[in-house]
């Protein structure tokens, strides 16, 4: 918060204009398949309610102070995400579950609910409840803590202005989000047809990896690359900066992370470039922790690896570097690293399993015409994400001017 209280704003206690109320305590006996939903904390996710997975009970009168309607604010107060937030935005009916709080404006004159949304999801407020939740593994927060917690206060046009304001950034990320999921959804009916099925292909045969198409072949991932290895197995001498040193953390699926990220020497780098050199479109997979992410070597990357990494370099006479990223994140081969992880206390993933890896194969045109199709949903993914993260930083910069008072809105202006 700002050190000088904005003109025109108060300083006060979140209970002087909202009542945390609690929810019922359900008998899990009374449960039932089909009937009014209960939202509990599980249900509270990205800010929203979702009803995916419920537990249902039958309509009462007597339940009806607990009924949600369109617009309710709720919060988690108990469990290991105390504190997180939902709107309600569902046009039927659902009961309000015990330990999910739900914020009451004692009256509508000074207290804009969309203000409040927005308030309680700012980073200062969540840390506050931090702070005063009590209990260890399982903290929790009562409504009376909840109640004494001060806030700023606006008059009630500017708040209206603001929650307008943020809750525009609000619909950019929920549409953009919604059109995310919707293609990832479709990458995976894509891939599951043209990675088994190819195109236009009418006449199938069985193979070791399921049917395929008549004419393509199962070849072993060994067959198809001129080197298959990991990174270095001595721990490298690690340097403040210079060369990148990737691990399994930084193989994501479909591109490299490089923030958080190790650094070589120019020695070290020419040491562990005698063994392998990785260059434009040769494909890395992540050995350890997250098992089975690939990505693609970007032109012009200079980098050495550890153990945690493994480095294929395809002969592109017989298959394409993007055809083969796609068909290791398939479905069928993703099973296959699954059953080739080693047993130990943290499961790898070893040369042996990649080589023997079965991967089907159609004729380099077939291949090409299929990652032509799956990398552009991919890019389309990867646009949608970059407008995602630009319209979250957005929010949370308006966030901290708006809700602080260091910028104030005018209300009168459109």
């Not at 990205?46 to 309710?72: P, Q, Y």
């Not at 509508?108 to 931090?130: A, P, T």
């Not at 099925?197 to 991932?221: A, Q």
């Amino acid at each position: 918060m700002s050190e000088v209280l904005p003109n025109g704003w108060r300083l006060e206690a979140l209970g002087k204009h909202i009542t945390l109320q609690g929810g019922n305590a359900f008998n899990s006996s009374d449960f039932i398949v089909t009937g009014i939903p209960i939202v509990r904390i599980s249900n509270i996710k990205n800010s929203l309610v979702d009803l995916t997975e419920i537990v249902c009970v039958k309509e009462s009168d007597e339940l009806i102070k607990f009924r949600l309607k369109t617009g309710d604010i709720l919060i988690a107060m108990s469990g290991a995400t105390t504190g997180k937030v939902g709107k309600y935005k569902i046009n039927s009916p659902a009961y309000l579950n015990q330990r999910v709080g739900r914020f009451l404006p004692k009256n509508n004159y000074s207290i804009d609910l969309s203000y409040i949304y927005q308030l309680v999801r700012q980073e200062s407020f969540v840390n506050n409840i931090n702070i005063n939740a009590i209990g260890g593994a399982q903290p929790n927060i009562s409504g009376k803590a909840l109640e004494s917690f001060k806030i700023y206060f606006p008059p009630l046009p500017e708040q209206q202005k603001m929650a307008s304001i943020l809750t525009s950034v609000d619909e950019v990320i929920e549409t953009t989000e919604t059109q995310i999921n919707k293609l990832k959804d479709l990458k995976k009916g894509m891939m599951n047809e043209l990675l088994t099925k190819g195109v236009g292909h009418t006449e199938f045969k069985d193979s070791p990896v399921g049917r395929i198409p008549v004419g393509w072949e199962v070849e072993k991932l060994d067959n198809l690359c001129d080197k298959i290895t990991d990174g270095e197995h001595q721990t490298p001498k690690r340097a403040e900066h210079g060369y990148y040193l990737l691990s399994a953390r930084n193989v994501k699926n479909g591109y490299l992370a490089l923030k958080d990220v190790d650094y070589i020497s120019q020695e070290e780098y020419n040491r562990l470039s005698k063994r392998v050199c990785p260059k434009q479109n040769d494909i890395l997979i992540s050995c350890s922790g997250t098992i089975g992410r690939t990505a693609l070597v970007p032109k012009n990357l200079k980098f050495g690896m550890v153990r945690s990494v493994a480095i294929l370099q395809p002969k592109h006479d017989l298959i394409s570097s993007h055809f083969l990223v796609q068909q290791i994140a398939s479905q069928h081969v993703q099973l296959q690293i699954s059953k080739g992880l080693s047993q130990l206390a943290q499961a790898n993933l070893f040369q042996g399993p990649i080589k023997a890896m079965k991967i089907p194969l159609p004729s380099l045109p077939e291949q090409q015409k299929i990652a032509k199709i799956l990398t552009s949903i991919d890019t389309n993914i990867e646009q949608k994400q970059t407008k995602l993260t630009q319209s979250k930083n957005l929010k949370k910069s308006l966030m901290a001017d708006l809700l602080t008072g260091r910028v104030r809105v005018n209300p009168d202006k459109n």
